[in-house]
């Protein structure tokens, strides 16, 4: 990362760290953040919505933005960025969890998390369910910033590449679907 943004980063992530970590809200961000691991609390929710007939659209969709997610940034981005984490760059800075994946940057758990919300905000036939799938991202990614697993830069990141691949997942399944649609009607 250029030296400015290093800068910023650890600054912000400082300044989290020591105003507003709350003792009692620890535990709760923890448990948290740790569903978000290997996109789990992203998968469980698409497979509710999967089981669901009126939200079956939207259940592929954020499968599809998942898929997408996943190819992109654990394959591709992470791998090739390889940022430090926060705790093994910055001196002195006490972290709440740690990651076995040494990768930083962005943030894959704010990635699935918004992969999955672009894509239920683009099919969902609720507008609360949209209102919700938003608000469960941007806590994953809040909470990636209080435990001290990753820098703000990264969480934006996530928050950008996530929903990119919310889109592009949610318009490959459409386009999938279409074309299935297609070669049974000609059937």
Same mark, same amino acid.
């Given at each position: ?49 999967? #089981? ?10 954020? *499968? ?14 992470k791998p090739l960025v390889s940022r430090l984490r926060p705790w093994v760059v910055m001196e002195g800075f006490e972290t709440l969890l ?30 609360? #369910?949209?209102? *919700? *799938? ?33 889109? *592009? ?19």
């Amino acid at each position: 990362m250029p030296e400015v943004i290093q800068t910023i980063d650890e600054t912000v992530l400082r300044w989290i760290g020591e105003h507003l970590r709350l003792s009692w809200l620890n535990g709760p961000v923890k448990l948290y953040t740790t569903l978000g691991n290997a996109g789990l609390l992203f998968i469980v929710l698409t497979l509710v919505l999967l #089981m669901i007939r009126k939200t079956r659209k939207t259940g592929l969709a954020a *499968a599809g933005g998942l898929i997408v997610d996943l190819l992109v940034v654990n394959i591709t981005v992470k791998p090739l960025v390889s940022r430090l984490r926060p705790w093994v760059v910055m001196e002195g800075f006490e972290t709440l969890l740690t990651s076995s994946d040494p990768n930083s940057f962005p943030s894959g758990h704010t990635c699935a998390a918004f992969a999955f919300a672009a894509a239920v905000c683009v099919t969902a036939p609720k507008k609360w #369910m949209k209102a *919700a *799938a938003l608000i469960v991202a941007a806590l994953m990614g809040w909470s990636r910033l209080y435990v001290g697993v990753h820098f703000p830069s990264d969480v934006l990141a996530g928050v950008v590449i996530g929903t990119l691949c919310g889109l *592009a997942g949610a318009w490959l399944v459409k386009k999938i679907t279409e074309f299935v649609q297609r070669r049974q009607a000609a059937k």
